[in-house]
């Protein structure tokens, strides 16, 4: 009867395990597994009886500041859950995609159904720690990570932590391109600019809508900024201030040597790492704490495990960014897609607010109009689609085949005429679209999977990405009126001819050449946040008596004003590392 009663618990006990794990039952072994992130993935998925075991990468070619640093996270998560029915990581959705369907592959071939494991579910941990350190910086995009940087430089410790499983926010979606006022390599290049210059360029974009106290410092410290970057810290810009765009008199933007905003975010990564900063990912800040007022830390989780931090400081510099995914967005702009961070939760304004800080601009957002629509969302092209016009005979035309604008013109002139067009497009001839696709698939703005999908598609997706050999036969393809287009092309060959654009003054250099030609349309789209919270000249949270709140700073996209009514091209990067590096060294002086 005992060995009856031991035999019938030994089998609840096991069912209860195989249970546990999932119900699973595999052919162990090693088996590989292939699937396309933004390049081919393989995995070598090792599996025992019961469980999958190990989780190797073989061969990945996914961004290494994005899906790269997550790679090892959502191994984790998927031996934990023993299971790839699963989230994506916002923000690496391409590459968590990847992970799974490559594992998925594996599990197939292993004879198992990976639609018929039941994620476990994770413990939440009653694991909590205390951590001190001069300076607690919140978000790890190009604000926080310069501000560390500059505290670091002067001798303080500081703590980054960012609640994604990898660094960067907006910052490594942009396309590093920085406004940078003043740098070595303008006078190097006989550029004459001035703060004065910069500052009145940047408030004309603005509408005059600005808050002068950030965009002066941006204006005044932004070279600065990148030459610190640059020279001393070995982060790594292009020696040129590249051509004037059509908001500013003189070229002052300079673009990571690393390549797009990811590659100026590994940049940063890796001096943090070199310089001993310690950074801690997938923990997100929810709470700032006071002693009498004083604000000297920040209660955050970790978002897998549940784990709570009490960090202490003496100065907390709030970088979560901007709020475009957040309810604080005008709902009128609901109706575009949005192209920016989903972490931009405006965090860093939930934190404030109970300690009096005051909001500014909160309705304006910056709609801009390069890019395309992928899915609900969008991405930006901007320096592609801007390199087509430039260096190809490229021109945007509406639905009527008709140009609508000089398509190098302002922003705020160009923008609102996309918007009252209702549908844009973009006619490049091959030369055009060849370099257009293969820039923005080396940006990692979209993959070659994807681009090979929406050119198949033809024009009959949501990506409007048409082609066919002749002008007449791919304006027919996406409803463009055909003889329209053609007119319209013959007339731009004309201005080019002539070395004049008679209707909107574009700079013409080059007509449009040989076919296939391209229609791809250009969507209206919302992601940068123009307002925040108000900060004074050392980058001070203050209240509405304009007294600053004792120990709470703000940098980046999370402050407000800094870019008036608009968006001045290459000024959201320029702020994020100029704010960062003025944040650093302010606190640094409160604090000493
Ligand atoms: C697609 C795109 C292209 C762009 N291109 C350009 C360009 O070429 N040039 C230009 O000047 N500007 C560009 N911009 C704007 C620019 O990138 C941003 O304004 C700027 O980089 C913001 O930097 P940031 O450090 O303030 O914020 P982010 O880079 O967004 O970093 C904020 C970080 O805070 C983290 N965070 C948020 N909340 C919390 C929390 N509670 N706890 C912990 N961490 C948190 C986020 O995960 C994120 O990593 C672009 C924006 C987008 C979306």
Same mark, same amino acid.
């Given at each position: ?37 933004? +390049? ?27 899906? +790269? ?8 998560? $998927? ?23 490559? $594992? ?19 413990? $939440? ?18 604000? +926080? ?96 201030? =590249? ?104 965090? +860093? ?149 002539? =070395? ?72 959201? $990067? ?19």
């Amino acid at each position: 009867m005992k060995k009856v009663c031991a035999m019938l618990l030994a089998l609840a006990l096991l069912t209860f395990a195989v249970a546990a794990m999932g119900e699973n039952a595999f052919k162990a072994g090693t088996y590989s597994g292939e699937a396309t992130g933004m +390049g081919k993935l393989v995995v070598s998925v090792t599996l025992s009886d019961t469980a999958i075991e190990s989780i190797e990468v073989v061969e990945s070619n996914e961004t290494p500041s994005i899906g +790269g640093a997550i790679m090892e996270d959502l191994i984790a998560r $998927v031996l934990a859950a023993q299971s790839t029915q699963l989230d994506t990581v916002s923000g690496a959705t391409v590459t968590s995609n990847a992970l799974y369907e490559a $594992v998925n592959a594996a599990l197939v071939s292993a004879g198992a159904d990976p639609a018929a494991l039941v994620p476990v579910e994770a413990e $939440v941990s009653q694991e909590s720690e205390e951590i001190s350190c001069d300076v607690i910086i919140v978000g790890a995009g190009g604000a +926080g990570m310069s501000a560390a940087l500059k505290v670091n430089e002067l001798g303080y410790t500081a703590i980054v932590i960012d609640k994604q499983a990898f660094v960067g926010g907006a910052t490594a979606m942009s396309s590093s391109s920085a406004l940078a006022q003043g740098t070595r390599v303008q006078a190097e290049n006989g550029v004459i600019d001035s703060p004065e210059l910069c500052m009145q360029e940047l408030l004309v974009v603005g509408d005059y809508e600005n808050d002068a106290t950030p965009t002066w410092l941006l204006a005044r410290y932004s070279g600065e900024a990148i030459d610190w970057l640059n020279d001393d810290m070995g982060v790594l810009f292009n020696e040129s201030v =590249g051509s004037a765009s059509a908001e500013y008199s003189v070229g002052r933007a300079r673009t990571s040597v690393t390549g797009s905003g990811a590659g100026l975010c590994e940049d940063l990564k890796n001096k943090l790492e070199e310089k001993g900063v310690r950074l801690i990912l997938n923990t997100r800040a929810y709470e700032l704490t006071d002693t009498d007022g004083v604000v000297d830390g920040v209660l955050a989780r970790d978002v897998n495990t549940g784990k709570e931090y009490r960090f202490h400081a003496k100065a907390v510099l709030l970088a979560t960014g901007g709020y475009c995914y957040s309810d604080y967005i005008d709902p009128s702009l609901l109706s575009l897609p949005n192209s920016g961070s989903k972490a931009n939760t405006g965090d +860093g304004i939930e934190m404030a607010l109970p300690y009096g800080a005051v909001l500014q601009n909160m309705d304006m957002v910056a709609v801009a109009g390069h890019g395309i629509r992928i899915g609900d969302t969008a991405h930006h092209t901007q320096g592609q689609s801007k390199n087509a016009y430039k260096t190809t005979g490229a021109i945007l035309v509406n639905m009527d085949g008709r140009r609508i604008e000089n398509e190098l013109g302002r922003h705020a002139d160009l923008f609102p005429k996309m918007k009252e067009a209702g549908r844009t497009f973009m006619l490049m001839d091959e030369a055009g679209f060849k370099a257009y696709a293969e820039s923005c698939v080396k940006a990692n703005f979209f993959t070659q999977e994807q681009l090979d999908t929406w050119l198949e598609e033809n024009g009959t997706g949501v990506t409007v990405m048409a082609h066919a050999d002749t002008i007449e036969e791919v304006a027919n393809i996406v409803g463009v009126n055909a003889e329209n287009l053609l007119d319209e092309v013959a007339r731009y060959t004309s201005f080019v001819e002539k =070395g004049v654009d008679e209707d909107f003054g574009r700079e013409v250099s080059v007509a449009l050449g040989d076919g296939p030609y391209y229609l791809v349309e250009q969507c209206l789209r919302y992601s940068t946040t123009l307002g925040g919270i108000t900060i004074n000249k050392d980058l001070a949270v203050v209240d509405s008596m304009n007294a600053p709140i004792p120990g709470l700073y703000a940098a980046g996209e999370l402050v407000g004003g800094v870019f008036g009514a608009n968006f001045p091209p290459s000024s959201g $990067v320029g702020w994020a590392l100029t704010s960062g590096m003025l944040a650093g060294e302010s606190i640094v002086n409160a604090i000493q």
